[in-house]
């Protein structure tokens, strides 16, 4: 068990929709990291927050916002759903900003029909 | 060519059979980081070397900085050691983001 969690496991939904994803960090880490994994795909890096603040931004849609909130959680929120956007969310978090070994949470398993 | 280079790209064994996973890398970096994601999904964040050598169990892991050469090492493989092996390397070139390497899909047959 790494310490950081996410909810939910599993998400079924139609095009269109909205959705948010939650992840918590390990306790006392600032940084979250925000990963999508296609299938048979690598990770992409989406974004990072460090203590509220955006901190790096990887290859995210417009369609994709995040946030972190001053108890440190983060909000990972995708609209106007498209079958492309399945896939599964993982976040991260770590200690600092940089180079810090990142704990990886459960993932958020994405589909969209 | 990819910034992270992963060798092989699928690797079948027998159970007992020492395993070796390369990664290159062509950036000057921070950290080289090897995480295991099991074919469930999850992703465990197995080693972060910045020199030298790490050992946890049955794995190890080493990193040649002047190389830009790092490997993964499994001895006394098993069946469940099966998974997908992935490098990653932490760059200011990246401004410290990882740089993901395609990973290296391990079966281990008993």
């Known amino acids: 068990d790494s310490g950081v969690t996410q909810t939910p496991k599993h998400l079924i939904t139609a095009t269109g929709q909205r959705v948010t994803l939650r992840c918590s960090p390990r306790?006392?880490?600032?940084?979250v990291y925000w990963y999508q994994q296609s299938l048979d795909q690598g990770l992409q890096f989406l974004i990072q927050y460090y203590n509220g603040e955006e901190r790096a931004k990887g290859n995210i849609l417009e369609r994709f916002s995040a946030q972190q909130f001053p108890d440190l959680h983060s909000e990972l929120n995708l609209s106007s759903l498209e079958l492309g956007d399945s896939a599964l969310y993982f976040c991260a978090s770590s200690e600092g900003g940089r180079s810090y070994e990142q704990y990886f949470g459960p993932g958020t398993r994405l589909t969209v029909t | 060519k990819n910034e992270v280079e992963q060798s092989p790209q699928n690797l079948t064994a027998q159970e007992g059979e020492f395993i070796t996973i390369n990664c290159s890398y062509s950036?000057?970096?921070?950290?080289l980081h090897w995480l295991q994601q099991h074919p469930g999904g999850g992703i465990v964040s197995l080693f972060m070397?910045?020199?030298?050598?790490k050992k946890h169990g049955r794995l190890i892991a080493t990193i040649n900085i002047q190389e830009k050469h790092s490997s993964l090492h499994i001895t006394a493989s098993h069946p469940r050691d099966s998974a997908v092996y992935i490098c990653?390397?932490?760059?200011?070139?990246?401004?410290?983001?990882?740089?993901w390497g395609a990973g290296t899909k391990l079966i281990i047959k008993p």
């Open positions: 990653a390397v932490s760059s200011m070139d990246s401004n410290y983001q990882l740089i």
């Open positions: 306790s006392g880490d600032l940084s």
């Open positions: 950036v000057g970096i921070s950290a």
């Open positions: 070397l910045s020199s030298g050598k």
